[in-house]
């Protein structure tokens, strides 16, 4: 069975960094492509950002030139490189991926950034 394995997830001052991984197992098939949404205590879960299997990448406004997108396609493992972090990025953060046209989510990992 697909599963996707997370970590990097912390407590972290405003203006400090944390990188998120996100491993794919389970499967052999290609990978389409890979995301990181997050969810803040009584809000929507929200997109951060997304790298499809031609590399292009998408970034929520919120968080584009501060957080980084990519993906090492031998290790079958997306990360997340968040810098300059605010106290609004914290959240639950969820990575997910797409194999053989079905969605593949991770159990979520804990960002808390501090004032």
């Known amino acids: 069975q697909v599963q996707l394995v997370e970590s990097g997830g912390g407590l972290v001052q405003a203006g400090g960094s944390l990188r998120l991984s996100c491993a794919v197992s389970?499967?052999?098939?290609?990978?389409?492509?890979m995301g990181w949404y997050r969810q803040a205590p009584g809000k929507q879960r929200e997109l951060v950002a997304t790298?499809?299997?031609?590399?292009?990448?998408n970034y929520a406004d919120s968080v584009k030139g501060r957080f980084t997108i990519s993906r090492d396609n031998a290790k079958r493992t997306a990360y997340l490189q968040m810098n300059s972090l605010k106290p609004e990025d914290t959240a639950i953060y969820y990575c997910?991926?797409?194999?053989?046209?079905?969605?593949?989510w991770g159990q979520g990992t804990q960002v808390t950034v501090s004032s």
């Open positions: 997910n991926a797409i194999l053989f046209a079905r969605v593949y």
């Open positions: 389970g499967s052999s098939f290609s990978i389409n492509s």
């Open positions: 790298i499809i299997n031609g590399g292009s990448t």
